[in-house]
C-alpha cells in the first residue's frame, strides 16, 4: 500500500509539469504555437507595455531534484508574437 501511494504521489508532481529538455529547445524569435508545442499550457501569464510573458513549472532532471524541490519555474517573453528572452525565474 505504501508503494502505491508513493507512486500516486509522484505522477501528481510530475503530471503537470514540463520537462526540462522542453526549456532546452526554447529559442529565441519562436512563435507562441511553437513553444506551446514544446512546453504546453502555461501556468500563468503577465503583460507589461507591449510584452507578455508566459510562466512554465518545469521538473528538474533526476540527479537535480531533492525531495523539497523537484522544479523550477521558468518564462517565456514574447515581443511582436515572437520569443524575446526566456530563462529561470530567479523569484
Same mark, same amino acid.
Given at each position: 500500500?505504501?508503494?502505491?501511494? %508513493?507512486? /500516486? /504521489? /509522484?505522477?501528481? @508532481?510530475? +503530471? ?8 532546452? %529547445?526554447? %529559442?529565441? +524569435? &519562436? #512563435? ?5 508545442? @514544446? &512546453?504546453? %499550457? ?12 508566459? @510562466? ?7 540527479? #537535480? ?21 526566456? +530563462? /529561470?525565474?530567479? #523569484?
Amino acid at each position: 500500500m505504501k508503494r502505491v501511494a %508513493q507512486g /500516486l /504521489l /509522484l505522477a501528481f @508532481l510530475a +503530471g503537470g509539469c514540463v520537462h526540462g529538455t522542453a526549456v532546452e %529547445q526554447v %529559442q529565441a +524569435g &519562436m #512563435s507562441r504555437a511553437e513553444v506551446a508545442a @514544446l &512546453m504546453g %499550457q502555461p501556468d500563468g501569464t503577465t503583460n507589461t507595455a507591449g510584452r507578455e510573458c508566459e @510562466l512554465y513549472t518545469v521538473t528538474k532532471d533526476f540527479w #537535480s531534484r531533492v525531495p523539497w524541490n523537484m522544479t523550477d519555474r521558468y518564462y517565456v517573453c514574447y515581443s511582436d508574437g515572437r520569443v524575446d528572452t526566456f +530563462g /529561470l525565474a530567479t #523569484s
